[in-house]
């Protein structure tokens, strides 16, 4: 936990939508800038509240939260938010749909049209600039949103399960993707600081650099595992001992609060 | 093209285009199980041999009944006798005139209808607080009947185009701001979010997101609902009119002309038709995008 201004920053935040039954209770949660972040816990441990309240979506209800020293008052471009649907524009085409936050912010065509083709060709998806999204396969759905997201320059990326629809191969090709993207998606080199919420274990571990894990009922960070592995990380590396270490010290921990939650359940009055 | 199909109109315009944009829409189609269950399907070409069938067969029968001799022809004229009126009708002029007349009181009327429906539509469907505001009204507005206004109206706006536009505007602009803010509520939340974290301002979202997702069901809406518009332009000139196709029904009436009142129901059916095919190739020229 440093103070230093820049990155992210979770201070005391707790979220209730109903009065008197938290969803979040004092989350605490530093993401310096640049780094790989993923959230995973079981259901209902409000982990996709914590990535609308980074995006701005929903005000916490307690504590705040600080973007480089500022807090966040409500959705913005410095962060870009992808979700399980790819919810794209389906009457723009690929490339209006990547243009739109430029479109926003007031880019002249121009620079507008060239962000859009340095992107598409960034994730692969130049040649079809021109189609509909109802055309894309799904990971092709989800390289787009990413796109998009990625176009207004965000600092931070926000995923929320964003390959939870997919097939186990397009998921792993997208897993590459991002890491890809984390590395050099900026002209300017500066990596986006990167927080993705996933109930996958595996992918959580072969993609952050830091895994959090929730906890449920309210949802609060209960363990920050730091992700030693090499970097860059093959595919492969999801056979080595190592991850496989890492892999099931994370699942145990997801586990133990998901049984946790079971039982408070089947205890709680009905 | 009459009370049938003004019936189902609360639920045409809450069907909407595309919910998500899902991709595998075919496989649906392929799963020789779901299709089965669900409906059978016939070849394009059985298709249109069936609409063929559903216009030859009543036209066969007519002509059947009406050479039968069983019926009197000033009840039911023969199919070439209403032809002949129709032809005689249109030399005249008197036709083109009075089409012309009920066309421009549609235009007025569903017009305006719009014009005030679809920014209503559109406000109660995105601001929080338009929706309880206007709904109760709007509601309890849409069930009473607009053809009781006719008195009224008359006693208001007196027997010329006023009251007639304002019959029109009465009949639809209930129905259809209602259609509008359901298909504007179809646009999926997850869409409006994404939408506010690139950046776009609430007056933004509204024209580049909620309208052009919404357009299809709103031109949905319209195709319903100028149905209605059609049949509250005959009752009008039903009642008080000097011109337009209802006028020259009562006229044809008078003098127990059935030919003419049967080709004047024909024309009616075929420019129904027409305004209806017409904003089918609107939507789907719009909504290319939703299927």
């Known amino acids: 936990m440093t103070s230093a201004p820049s990155g992210l920053r979770l201070e005391g935040v707790g979220k209730e939508f109903v009065p008197g039954r938290p969803v979040l209770q004092d989350v605490d949660l530093s993401v310096a800038s640049g780094d790989f972040v993923c959230v995973v816990g079981a259901s209902g441990s409000g982990k996709s509240t914590l990535l609308g309240m980074v995006a701005g979506l929903v005000p916490p209800t307690s504590g705040r939260v600080l973007l480089d020293g500022r807090e966040v008052a409500g959705p913005g471009p410095d962060r870009g938010l992808v979700f399980q649907t790819a919810s794209l524009y389906p009457w723009r085409t690929v490339a209006q749909n990547v243009a739109f936050g430029l479109e926003a912010l007031g880019v002249p065509r121009a620079a507008r049209r060239e962000r859009v083709r340095w992107l598409l060709d960034e994730v692969g998806l130049g040649h079809l600039a021109g189609a509909l999204p109802g055309r894309l396969s799904g990971g092709q759905q989800q390289r787009v949103a990413i796109a998009r997201a990625l176009a207004c320059a965000p600092r931070v990326l926000l995923l929320d399960e964003p390959f939870g629809a997919l097939d186990v191969q397009t998921k792993e090709d997208m897993q590459l993707f991002v890491r890809q993207v984390w590395q050099d998606v900026t002209p300017a080199g500066e990596r986006p600081t990167v927080v993705m919420v996933t109930h996958d274990t595996e992918e959580a571990v072969f993609l952050a650099r830091r895994v959090i894990v929730l906890s449920s009922d309210p949802g609060r960070i209960s363990q920050e595992i730091a992700i030693g592995l090499p970097e860059p990380r093959p595919l492969e590396i999801k056979r080595s001992a190592e991850f496989l270490r890492i892999r099931a010290e994370v699942e145990d921990l997801v586990r133990a609060e998901h049984r946790a939650h079971q039982a408070r359940v089947a205890a709680a009055p009905a | ?291």
């Open chain 2, 1 to 291: 093209m009459t009370a049938a199909e003004a019936m189902p109109r609360q639920d045409a315009g809450t069907a909407p285009a595309a919910e998500e944009p899902a991709p595998r829409r075919a496989k649906l189609r392929t799963g020789p199980l779901t299709t089965k269950a669900l409906t059978t399907s016939v070849s394009a070409r059985t298709a249109w041999l069936l609409r063929c069938l559903s216009i030859l067969v009543p036209l066969a029968v007519w002509q059947a009944v009406s050479a039968s001799g069983r019926v009197d022809p000033a009840f039911l004229p023969s199919p070439s006798a209403v032809w002949a009126a129709g032809v005689d009708m249109a030399a005249g002029g008197e036709l083109a005139a009075d089409l012309a007349a009920s066309l421009g009181r549609i235009a007025a009327g569903f017009g305006l209808a719009v014009l005030i429906s679809v920014p209503l539509g559109f406000a109660m469907g995105t601001l929080g607080w338009a929706q309880p505001l206007l709904e109760p009204a709007v509601g309890i507005l849409r069930y009473l009947p607009a053809s009781a206004f006719i008195p009224l109206l008359i006693i208001w706006l007196g027997i010329g185009e006023a009251s007639k536009v304002a019959l029109l505007v009465l009949g639809v602009v209930f129905f259809n701001t209602l259609m509008t803010a359901d298909a504007v509520r179809q646009v999926p939340h997850r869409l409006l979010e994404v939408s506010a974290t690139l950046g776009a301002s609430r007056p933004r979202v509204a024209a580049r997101v909620v309208f052009p997702y919404a357009l299809p069901g709103i031109i949905d809406a319209m195709r319903v609902n100028a149905a209605a518009a059609w049949n509250f332009v005959v009752v009008a000139e039903l009642v008080a009119a000097t011109s337009g196709l209802g006028y020259r029904i009562t006229r044809a009436q008078r003098f127990l002309q059935t030919d003419r009142i049967f080709a004047i129901l024909v024309v009616i059916g075929l420019i129904g038709l027409v305004i209806d095919v017409t904003l089918r190739l609107l939507r789907a020229r719009v909504g290319r995008w939703a299927r």
